[in-house]
């Protein structure tokens, strides 16, 4: 078949539906090199307006997951698990299910992103422990899965390729937004894991990707439809990322959270998501989940990970003294009352301004900066009294944030 773009991206725009074997050919094409830039720019317009069907949507994925290599799994493996979460802020889950989901017995390759904007990624948060190496190649990825039962890596280069080189010309292009493209994004990464049993996790909200549960809802039934037409078992869970998720936000301040998790203790919301998400994966009963967090099972496979990937677990410990951020202070209560709204797109935008996230994908982060001890709604607070730490790296930085978090939180007398 010879393939017109023109033509196909002209059919686009006026509402057609595509044929499987043209999503194909465009998607081969432009991994390829021979369709530019400026015609896949165009068509992932012509798809923001006027949508995809979940045939065209399920072709799509398949055409970028097939466009590398993916993971392959010996005979008689055990069952092979994934989660994936929309991103939100102060979400360090992965961090925590990851390793305790395989204290159960299935397998868990975690392919996982870096932050962008306002949201954290679980590599960049992985890599403020000293020597963590994220970029892993697929064998060595398979072997550590083999050993451990769990990897927790970065997109290669081989590794839907094409999706690596449509999401970095959609951020440009204003074409993000788009239920299908981020569909097919996210379904060709995860599906490339060859998994047998997903778990979503939908955020809307101020501090999410979708601000609303309509839209929540919308790409949730969007990726259950494709993992069917994919023969994979996929679970979708919504939840509000209105105010962050626990007490801190930032990388380092991240990690030791979730190593307390790991420990069976940590906030009760981040506690609660981690457990709603693995049940929905795991073989095991919820009750035994908490066992595997009390008992230190969940936080030595930690320790496993960790060593697998060239860091050492005597470090996590002292990861607070490791990145020790130059400027650390209360941010006091204004006045005494009842907290009604932390705001998590401001503390998401604070979180940014101190250099915990990124503008751009190629700015670099600081992994000791952020805000830890952080007030949830409904709690009670009297003037002066701490509603979270600040982590700077400068005086002005401080102030900045400090006057961000004035914004995000708001108290009722
Ligand atoms: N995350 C992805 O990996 N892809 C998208 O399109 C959106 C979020």
Request: proline content about 6%.
């Amino acid at each position: 078949m010879n393939l017109h773009v023109p033509t196909l991206i002209a059919r686009k725009r006026d509402g057609d539906t595509l044929d499987p074997a043209e999503i194909r050919k465009l998607i081969d094409g432009y991994t390829a090199g021979e369709v530019p830039d400026y015609q896949m720019s165009a068509f992932a317009m012509a798809v923001f307006f006027k949508g995809m069907d979940a045939v065209e949507t399920a072709a799509l994925t398949r055409a970028m997951l097939e466009s590398g290599e993916v993971f392959h799994h010996p005979d008689g493996h055990p069952p092979v698990v994934d989660k994936h979460s929309t991103g939100g802020i102060g979400d360090k889950v992965s961090l925590i299910l990851a390793p305790l989901v395989a204290c159960t017995g299935v397998w868990i390759p975690m392919v996982s992103g870096r932050g962008l904007g306002i949201t954290g990624g679980t590599l960049d948060k992985l890599e403020s422990i000293p020597g963590f190496k994220v970029a892993i190649p697929l064998a060595e990825a398979q072997a550590m899965l083999a050993k451990n039962g769990v990897v927790m890596m970065g997109q290669t280069d081989r590794l839907c390729p094409a999706d690596k080189k449509l999401y970095a010309l959609r951020d440009v292009t204003g074409t993000v937004p788009s239920i299908p493209l981020i569909t097919a994004s996210i379904m060709s990464k995860k599906l490339a894991e060859s998994l047998d049993r997903l778990v979503l996790d939908v955020k809307f909200g101020s501090g999410a990707f979708m601000k609303t549960e309509a839209a929540a809802r919308l790409l949730a039934d969007s990726m259950i439809a494709v993992g069917k037409e994919m023969g994979v078992e996929v679970h979708a869970v919504l939840n509000p990322m209105s105010e962050p998720l626990g007490r801190a936000v930032g990388n380092s301040l991240e990690v030791i959270e979730s190593l307390e998790c790991l420990e069976g203790r940590g906030p009760a919301d981040l506690r609660k998501l981690v457990l709603d998400l693995a049940e929905k994966i795991s073989p095991v009963p919820r009750k035994e989940l908490e066992h595997l967090l009390d008992d230190g099972s969940a936080r030595r496979k930690f320790d496993d990970i960790v060593r697998a990937h060239g860091g050492d677990p005597a470090d996590l410990p002292k990861l607070g003294q490791i990145h020790h951020a130059p400027l650390i202070r209360d941010f006091p209560a204004p006045c005494s009352g009842t907290v009604a709204e932390v705001d998590a797109g401001w503390v998401g935008q604070a979180a940014v301004q101190l250099g915990a996230g990124r503008s751009r994908a190629s700015d670099s982060i600081d992994h000791a900066v952020g805000f830890d001890h952080l007030v949830k709604c409904g709690e009670h607070v009297h003037q002066g009294h701490p509603l979270c730490r600040i982590h700077a790296r400068t005086a002005v930085d401080f102030e900045i944030a400090e006057s961000m978090l004035e914004k995000a939180i708001r108290i009722e007398h």
